[in-house]
T-cell receptor
């Protein structure tokens, strides 16, 4: 019930193309959905986040689309660049009932942008 | 560097030894989270601490693992009598408040290898 399912596991996109990563969740108590970008040997870095009362949020080339009824959200990277090659994690947060807001992460998508 | 600092970056231990992982949160942050990442997996929540208090340890194994965040100094994740299955990357994150709209900022992790 607290799982976040992420797809695809890996993605290869041509430079200038659109990268799309999808996530789905079951628990409707989740109320904050961040995306993280992780380069090899580094920690996850917050990219963009959305709340379920908003259907879309855009920051530069990165857009989150959120479908509350379908319990799905996705990350779109426009004009993908080789520098975007990294592993992307979706996450969802809910109050644990034990005093904290826990992040539940998807398993990640390894994005490779080829020239 | 005003980011979350973790050390050591790499730690090698033999089975049965103790591992101590340290985390200094971002300046002004008093909330610390520890996560574990297995290869090809997302991050799994372990424990949430505020200064001198463990708020939520629901994700931490009941035996051999402990965490602290003293009034002075870094947060420590301690693993006693390590086993091969403890090999993973351990990430610390911090936030200014323990609320849902506060993003968690991650360090670059400690890669723990058990021989």
């Amino acid at each position: 019930q607290q799982q976040v399912k992420q797809s695809p596991q890996s993605l290869i996109v041509q430079k200038g193309g659109i990268s799309i990563i999808n996530c789905a969740y079951e628990n409707t108590a989740f109320d904050y959905f961040p995306w993280y970008q992780q380069f090899p040997g580094k920690g996850p870095a917050l990219l963009i986040a959305i709340r379920p009362d908003v259907s879309e949020k855009k920051e530069g080339r990165f857009t989150i689309s959120f479908n509350k009824s379908a319990k799905q959200f996705s990350l779109h990277i426009m004009d993908s660049q080789p520098g975007d090659s990294a592993t992307y994690f979706c996450a969802a947060s809910l109050y644990s009932g034990a005093g904290s807001y826990q992040l539940t992460f998807g398993k990640g998508t390894k994005l490779s942008v080829i020239p | 560097n005003a980011g979350v600092m973790q050390n050591p970056r790499h730690l090698v231990r033999r089975r049965g030894q103790e591992a101590r992982l340290r985390c200094s949160p971002m300046k002004g942050h008093s909330h610390v989270y520890w996560y574990r990442q297995l290869p090809e997996e997302g991050l799994k929540f372990m424990v949430y601490l505020q200064k001198e208090n463990i708020i939520d340890e629901s994700g931490m194994p009941k035996e051999r693992f402990s965490a602290e965040f003293p009034k002075e100094g870094p947060s420590i994740l301690r693993i006693q009598q390590v086993v091969r299955g403890d090999s993973a990357a351990y990430f610390c994150a911090s936030s200014p408040k323990g609320q849902n709209n506060q993003p968690q900022h991650f360090g670059d992790g400690t890669r723990l290898s058990i021989l």
